[in-house]
Structure formats: C-alpha cells, structure tokens
C-alpha cells in the first residue's frame, strides 16, 4: 500500500485557534474560522474541544437549528447523546462519528452523558451545493469499530471517516464536495503520504505532538493549510517523535456563501426566509415529516 508523492503540497500558513464558547457555554477552540472559509471551501468551520474539567462540557448543547450544510461529529472521548427534531436519538462515545445533513431544517442537541472524565473531539461543518440545501434533512451515526482503516509500513494507522486513501474507501462520500476525511496516527519517525487533487483545498490540525510537511512543521493545537499548488498530486507528513492529526480535504464549490449563525445559504433573502420559518415553527415540522 506504499505510494509515491512526487510533487507534494507545501504549507502555506500556520492557524492558532481562537479559545470561544457555544452551546449553553461548552468551551471549545474555533480553528477554521468564517475568515477562512472561502479560502478552504467546502469547509466552514472546525471546532475543537478538549477539557477533563466537568464545569467546561456539562451544559452542551440544548436544542438549536440548523440549515444549509453538513456537521460531522468525531468523539475521540467521552459520551455525548444526541436528539433531534424528527425524533431521533443516539449516543457518541469514543472513536464513534455522526454525520448529519440539515439540509431544509433540523433542530437538535447534544448534550453530554458523563458528568467526569475527559471529553474530547471535533464538529466539522461542510456546506452543501445550492442544489442541495433544501433537501430533506438526514443524519448517520457511525460506530468506531465499522470506519474504514490501514496500516502502512512506514509507521502510519489510518481511519478513513470521509472519502478514499490508498484505495480505502472511507464510511462517508459525496459526490458534489468530494471530501476527504482523515485520522492519522503516526509512530515515532512514521511518515504518511495520499494523493490528493491539485484542485482540492486541504488542511491539517495536529492534536498530538507535531507533524512535518516539505520542512515546515505543525505544532500541535496547530492547523496547517495547505497550498493549492499547479501539478501537486498529494500530501506528505512526517512525525519525528510521533503525532496524531486529522487531514481535511474537499472539492471547492465556488458558490456564494452567506452565513447567520446555524443557517447557511447562498443568498441573504434565503437566510431571511430560514429565520422565519425557524420563528414560525415550520423547522420541526418539516424535519419530522421528511426523515
């Protein structure tokens, strides 16, 4: 399963996170921020959380709306029970990932099932085409033990949660945005290679130790864009002392984007329209009677 780089992207800029909060106060740090998201389109924002400390998860996320894009949950611990609108209900615990389109209209929470301990993990928001963000609302809940992985002989184990690697095909795909969606975990002097299309944005954040890439490295708590180099046919990293990262990549889709909070759409009279039928109650009926 060895492969060849040639020509590999280089680091183009170092991200530190912001430290925020949301939800009814979960404190989380902001890695891809809306200053960013027409540069790593089709991704809008990545949130990262991380604390043994109960006072900083135990009020979650009480019920809230979404419109116009995709969220994808990755727990890495901890226990986390999710409800929505339609009536559905699951519970994330380490390893395990949700993937939820919002598509029209959803309403949910997620709140924490634990009152210690360490709750660790990301959400990922990634949009959806125009064609798509009225479509009927859906979510995946997807076990650990069932994500795609494999091992390379230089040291690198690998969960393919989002597209393919090496001829892996992940546990999600889609077609309009292409993503890819990486958990790579890296012995000490392993080193990690996939291709990726020249015509992909793609990013990393390191969460344990750090990572190397054509000589620059990436800290950890450190996101890593990637340049959008003419003829680059993929992705190289190294880990002198061992590391851990997720890899990001997707297909741009070049659309207007036009955020206010949980909804994103394409243009503002449509984010009008979502926070009235928000207001008028039409999010829960509509998600119950299209799941």
């Not at 494999?150 to 393919?164: D, F, H, K, P, R």
Request: proline share 6%; hydrophobic share 40%; glycine share 10%.
């Amino acid at each position: 399963m060895d492969i060849a780089i040639m020509n590999p992207r280089r680091i183009e800029q170092i991200v530190d996170g912001i430290a925020t909060s949301d939800g009814a106060g979960v404190r989380l740090t902001r890695v891809l921020t809306q200053n960013l998201q027409r540069r790593l389109d089709p991704f809008l924002m990545l949130d990262v959380f991380r604390s043994d400390e109960p006072t900083d998860y135990l009020a979650g996320f009480p019920p809230h709306p979404h419109r116009g894009f995709e969220t994808v949950t990755y727990m890495l611990s901890g226990r986390m029970r999710h409800r929505d609108s339609a009536g559905h209900e699951g519970l994330l615990e380490g390893g395990d990932v949700q993937w939820m389109t919002a598509g029209r209209g959803v309403i949910h929470s997620e709140m924490p099932e634990q009152e210690d301990g360490l709750m660790e993990g990301f959400q990922l928001w990634l949009n959806l085409p125009a064609s798509r963000k009225m479509a009927a609302p859906c979510y995946r809940d997807i076990p650990n033990a069932s994500i795609p992985r494999y091992e390379t002989s230089q040291g690198a184990s690998v969960l393919v949660i989002a597209g393919e690697s090496r001829g892996i095909p992940g546990a999600v795909s889609r077609d309009e945005t292409e993503p890819l969606y990486l958990d790579v975990n890296l012995a000490k002097g392993g080193e990690f290679s996939t291709f990726v299309p020249a015509t992909h944005n793609a990013f990393i954040y390191v969460y344990r130790g750090a990572v190397t890439s054509g000589g620059k490295a990436v800290e950890e708590n450190r996101m890593g864009i990637f340049a959008n180099d003419p003829g680059s046919d993929g992705i190289s990293i190294g880990a002198a002392e061992g590391a851990r990262a997720i890899l990001v990549a997707g297909k741009p889709l070049k659309e207007p984007i036009v955020q206010h909070g949980p909804f994103v759409m394409n243009r503002q009279d449509e984010i009008y329209q979502a926070i009235l039928d928000f207001r008028e109650g039409r999010f829960s009926d509509e998600a119950a009677a299209a799941i």
